[in-house]
T-cell receptor, first 115, second 109 residues
């Protein structure tokens, strides 16, 4: 049981390049999330997927797109990377998001630098 | 706007007790969670309070007062491995969780 996995672990991009961050979970969870964490700050929600086939914007969605490919996989795409998107990106999943006692499980993160 | 306030740093001695406070101002409140994050690692869930009072899980306890928009995480019998960042987080409803900026705990021998 790997939990939540993310690829790649590290990535360096040049301004304007595009890339997709991959996330997969093997816990049969319904809900999945993408967060970014900047130095000295907490996590901020970029997008979430309540269930397979649905996605919604979080707190900081500008510059990103997502795809919930199936129940297991939730990808985050940067179409034209900017230095302001340099951050650590965490994917998370939960059994049934939106419930009062729902717990989120986080992946190991992707450290992205945009030059 | 929505905000969570917690101290940026706390230092304590091994074996001691430390309390990390969190005050929040959010539109909507389902519950208050606490997460631990070691340097370079992922956040891991510690505890959750939906109702007022104290929840205990081993060496860790968490308290919530909804009328005061306040909670705290209490760590007892501190160990060196407890050195990490601790985040409070409010689930505001739906699928959205707001995180505080984190408290960095240093445990000294």
């Amino acid at each position: 049981n790997a939990g939540v996995t993310q690829t790649p672990k590290f990535q360096v991009l040049k301004t304007g390049q595009s890339m997709t961050l991959q996330c997969a979970q093997d816990m049969n969870h319904n809900s999945m999330y993408w967060y970014r964490q900047d130095p000295g700050m907490g996590l901020r929600l970029i997008y979430y997927s309540a269930s397979e086939g649905t996605t919604d914007k979080g707190e900081v969605p500008n510059g990103y797109n997502v795809s919930r490919l199936n129940k297991r996989e939730f990808s985050l795409r940067l179409e034209s990377a900017a230095p302001s998107q340099t951050s650590v990106y965490f994917c998370a999943s939960s059994q049934r998001g939106g419930q009062r006692t729902d717990t989120q499980y986080f992946g190991p993160g992707t450290r992205l630098t945009v030059l | 706007g929505q905000s969570l306030e917690q101290p940026s740093e706390v230092t304590a001695v091994e074996g001691a007790i430390v309390q990390i406070n969190c005050t929040y101002q959010t539109s909507g409140f389902y519950g208050l969670s606490w997460y631990q994050q070691h340097d370079g690692g992922a956040p891991t869930f510690l505890s959750y309070n939906a109702l007022d009072g104290l929840e205990e899980t081993g060496r860790f306890s968490s308290f919530l007062s909804r009328s005061d928009s306040y909670g705290y995480l209490l760590l007892q019998e501190l160990q060196m491995k407890d050195s990490a960042s601790y985040f409070c987080a409010v689930t505001t409803g739906g699928f959205k969780t707001i995180f505080g900026a984190g408290t960095r705990l240093f445990v000294k021998a």
